[in-house]
C-alpha cells in the first residue's frame, strides 16, 4: 500500500484497520518533508547553517521521511497479523498453540513497527532541533509545526507500543521495549507526557 492509500485510509472514518499507529508514522514523515523543504528554501542566504549542513539535512530528512512511509505500513502489515491470529482455529490443542504463536508473532510485530517509527521520528526532531532557529525566517512556523508532528509521532508511536507489550510474553522484549519507551518520554516536551 502506498503512503496515499494509507493516508486516504486514515480519512476514511468508515475504514476500521488504519488508524493511531500509521497516523504517528505519517506524521514523523510529514515532519521529515517539511525539514527537507525547509532547508532547500534557506540555502541563498546564511541564517546560521552553511550549504552543506543543509545538504546533509535533507539528504537525512529524505530518507527518515521514507523510513516513516514504509513504517506506516509496516505498523498496518502488523496490526493485520495480529486480526489474523485471532481468526486462526481452535479445535485442537494443535491449534490452540499454532494460535498462541502466532498471536505473540504479532503482538512482538505490532509493537515492534511503532517502536522503529518512534526511533525515526527522534530522528527527525534531532534534525529539527539543529534547524531551529537557522532556517530562512519565511519557514519558521512550518519547521515549528514539523517538531509538534514529531512529538506527536513520538507519543503515538509510545501508546502503540503500549498498547500492546503486556501481551508479549517474553520479559526480555518487554524489558527492552520498556527502556525504549523510557528513551521516547525524554524526547516528548510539549505534551503532558502524564497523561499519555
Sequence with gaps: MSYIETMGKILDYNDLEVAGGASAALSGAMAASIAAMASRLSMKKDFGLSVDELDEIITEAEELSHALQDGADKDVIAFHSVIEAFALPKATEE??????????????????????????????????????GKTNPACHSDVAVARALCE??????????????????????????????????GNISFLDVEKL
Excluded: H
Excluded at 509493537?111 to 518512534?118: E, G, S
Excluded at 526511533?119 to 526532531?125: A, C, I
Design 95 to 132: 491449534d490452540i498453540e499454532a494460535r498462541k504463536a502466532a498471536l505473540q508473532k504479532g503482538y512482538v510485530l505490532a509493537a515492534m513497527a511503532p517502536r522503529d517509527n518512534a526511533r525515526y521520528s527522534v530522528r527527525v526532531k534531532s534534525l529539527l532541533d539543529r534547524m531551529y
Design 152 to 185: 506527536v509521532a513520538i507519543a503515538g508511536c509510545m501508546l502503540n507500543i503500549k498498547a500492546n507489550i503486556d501481551y508479549i510474553k517474553d520479559e526480555d522484549t518487554k524489558a527492552g521495549l520498556r527502556k525504549d519507551i523510557d528513551f521516547f518520554v
